[in-house]
C-alpha cells in the first residue's frame, strides 16, 4: 500500500480548462513536494510546502496544503498544452525519516 | 553543464548478469539518492547517502549494494540480474535533507533486463 494516494490516475483535458490533482494520505508529512516529469526526464520540482494550511502560487499553479499537513492539491488554471505532464506528490516524514512518492497523476492538455 | 549526471542512459542485458549504474552531481549537494520508477511510473527510493553515510534503505534486494566513494558520487551496482529489476533508475541529489530541500534528479538509466 502507498503512503500517499493521488487522484485522478489521468487526466486529459482542452487548453484553456481548469483542473486539479490530489494528493492524499492519513499520515502527518513534515513537508510535501511537487514535482513534474516530462517523458525521458527525471522529475523537476516546482513547489515545496511546510505549513499547514499553506498556499502558494507559481504563476498559473496553486498548490495547497492541508491544515492538518495530511493532504495537498495543485490546481491549475487556464491549462496549456506546456502544462502536459506527470505530476508527483511527495511528502517526508521527519519523525522516521521517510520519503514517499504518489504514484503520479498524468496530465495531457491538448491544444 | 549537467548537474546530475547518470551513465549508461540505456542498459540492455541478460538474467543473471551484474552491472553498475554511475552517478555524479557537480551541485555539492551533501545528500544523493537513488529511485526506481517502474512501468506504471512509480517512483519508489531505494538508498539515500549524506556526506557518503548510509542514511536511507528500503526494503531492497541485497543484490543490490550502493558505493559512495565521494560526496560526489553515487554510484548502483546489481548483481544477478532478475527480470523484474527492469525499470527507469534515477539518481538525485540535494544540498540538504529530502523533503526540505530541492531534489535534483538525472535524465534517469532504462534498464532492460532479458
Known amino acids: 500500500t502507498q503512503l500517499l494516494e493521488q487522484s485522478p490516475q489521468f487526466l486529459s483535458i482542452q487548453e484553456g480548462e481548469n483542473l486539479t490533482v490530489y494528493c492524499n494520505s492519513s499520515s502527518v508529512f513534515s513537508s510535501l513536494q511537487w514535482y513534474r516529469q516530462e517523458p525521458g526526464e527525471g522529475p523537476v520540482l516546482l513547489v515545496t510546502?511546510?505549513?499547514?494550511?499553506e498556499v502558494k502560487k507559481l504563476k498559473r499553479l496553486t498548490f495547497q496544503f492541508g491544515d492538518a499537513r495530511k493532504d495537498s492539491s495543485l490546481h491549475i488554471t487556464a491549462a496549456q498544452p506546456g502544462d502536459t505532464g506527470l505530476y508527483l506528490c511527495?511528502?517526508?516524514?521527519?519523525?522516521?525519516?521517510?520519503?514517499?512518492f504518489g504514484a503520479g497523476t498524468t496530465v495531457t492538455v491538448r491544444a | 553543464d549537467t548537474a546530475v549526471s547518470q551513465t549508461p542512459k540505456y542498459l540492455v542485458t541478460q538474467m543473471g548478469n551484474d552491472k553498475s549504474i554511475k552517478c555524479e552531481q557537480n551541485l555539492g549537494h551533501d545528500t544523493m539518492y537513488w529511485y526506481k520508477q517502474d512501468s506504471k511510473k512509480f517512483l519508489k527510493i531505494m538508498f539515500s547517502?549524506?556526506?557518503?553515510?548510509?542514511?536511507i534503505n528500503e526494503t531492497v534486494p541485497n543484490r543490490f549494494s550502493p558505493k559512495s566513494p565521494d560526496k560526489a558520487h553515487l554510484n548502483l551496482h546489481i548483481n544477478s540480474l532478475e527480470l523484474g529489476d527492469s525499470a527507469v533508475y534515477f539518481c538525485?541529489?540535494?544540498?540538504?535533507?529530502?523533503?526540505?530541500?530541492?531534489?535534483?534528479f538525472g535524465p534517469g538509466t532504462r534498464l532492460t533486463v532479458l
Open positions: 511527495a511528502g517526508f516524514r521527519s519523525n522516521d525519516y521517510k520519503l514517499s
Open positions: 547517502y549524506n556526506n557518503k553515510e548510509l542514511i
Open positions: 538525485a541529489s540535494s544540498l540538504g535533507l529530502a523533503g526540505a530541500d530541492e531534489q535534483f
Open positions: 510546502v511546510v505549513t499547514g494550511g
